[in-house]
């Protein structure tokens, strides 16, 4: 049975930073993403990850300040987020599936976390 798990959320003053993660358990995939949702809006892509770790892509609201990572001993995506902003606030997502390119649509990821709020005070 295929699980994703994350953690790491919680509140940050802005400018701050938070380390999220997403535990998989079950097998493994070629593509891991992040997805945030604020109240109110719809789910929006932030960064995507390769197997490997070694290719990553990012929304443009998330380039220069996260990166994606994995390790694959863990089986373990992360999210660093550095220069944390009020519009930052949301539940962040991870998701998992099988492209073979790293794609920002959430119809490309099957497999879905339950979420982790990340809430950054101005």
């Known amino acids: 049975q295929v699980q994703l798990v994350e953690s790491g959320g919680g509140l940050v003053q802005a400018g701050g930073s938070l380390r999220l993660s997403c535990a998989a358990s079950?097998?493994?995939?070629?593509?891991y993403a992040w997805f945030r949702q604020a109240p109110g809006k719809e789910r929006e892509f932030v960064a995507a990850v390769s197997w490997s770790g070694g290719l990553t892509y990012y929304s443009d609201s998330a380039k220069g300040r996260f990166t994606a990572s994995r390790d694959n001993a863990k089986n373990t995506m992360y999210l660093q987020m550095n220069s944390l902003k009020s519009e930052d606030t949301a539940v962040y997502y991870c998701?998992?599936?099988?492209?073979?390119?790293?794609?920002?649509?959430?119809?490309?990821?099957?497999?879905w976390g339950q979420g982790t709020q990340v809430t950054v005070s101005s």
């Open positions: 079950g097998r493994t995939f070629s593509s």
């Open positions: 998701a998992a599936g099988n492209t073979r390119v790293l794609v920002g649509l959430s119809s490309g990821y099957g497999y």
